[in-house]
Structures are given as C-alpha cells and as structure tokens.
C-alpha cells in the first residue's frame, strides 16, 4: 500500500527553522516528481516546492523562494524541506504529494500524506 508520512512540524518563533520530512513506502520513490503544499486555516492549498525525479530540478513558490529548500533522498525514499527564516505566514499544515507530472497543481499528484503542522509566533 502506497504511503507518505510527513514529520518535523512543530512551533518555532519567527525567524526559525525547521526541517520537514515526508517518507514514502509502497511506491516506486525515483518514478515520482516529490512537492510540498501547505493548507492555511480558511484558505486553499498551496503549491510550495517540487523537486524532479533525480532532484536536479527544483521550483518555489515566489513566497518562500531563497528561505525554503526542498530535497530529496531516493536511497532513504525520503522528500524533505528546509525551512528557515520563517514567518507568521508561513502557519499552515504541510502535505508531502507524489505525481508523475512535472506540475505545481494539486489535483495533478497521485499520492498524499498525511499533513504535519507548522506553526510561527510572532
């Protein structure tokens, strides 16, 4: 059975990091194009970041672009984000996808976790 398990969410303080973690079983990890999208309260999901099969390739959404790094470890079947320099505005819960498509929209990827969440104080 297909999964994917976020984890590394928490509180922190503006200005902090955290690292998210997203660990797949029961899927072929290097066949998917990896993204994190994340889920404000009242608002819809977002694109954040996706990185390609081998992770030579990475896009961000222009609101986290220079402080948010994503990655990957297809020995570890492991997606990850780096977060730094977070904000108020980055509170959200965040969601690990799998897709075969090389797409920022949700509806395109196959597989979901479960969410982790993150939240900044100000």
């Known amino acids: 059975q297909e999964q994917l398990v976020e984890s590394g969410g928490g509180l922190v303080q503006a200005g902090g990091s955290l690292r998210l973690s997203c660990a797949a079983s029961?899927?072929?990890?290097?066949?998917?194009?990896m993204a994190w999208f994340r889920q404000a309260p009242g608002k819809e999901r977002e694109f954040v970041a996706r990185?390609?099969?081998?992770?030579?390739?990475?896009t961000y959404a222009d609101s986290v672009k220079g402080r948010f790094t994503i990655s990957r470890d297809n020995a570890k079947n492991t997606v990850y984000l780096q977060m730094n320099s977070l904000k108020p505005e980055d509170t959200a819960a965040y969601y690990c996808?799998?897709?075969?498509?090389?797409?920022?929209?949700?509806?395109?990827?196959?597989?979901w976790g479960q969410g982790t969440q993150v939240a900044v104080s100000s």
């Open positions: 996808a799998a897709g075969t498509g090389w797409t920022r929209m949700s509806s395109a990827f196959r597989y």
């Open positions: 990185i390609s099969l081998t992770g030579d390739t990475t």
């Open positions: 029961g899927l072929t990890f290097s066949g998917y194009n």
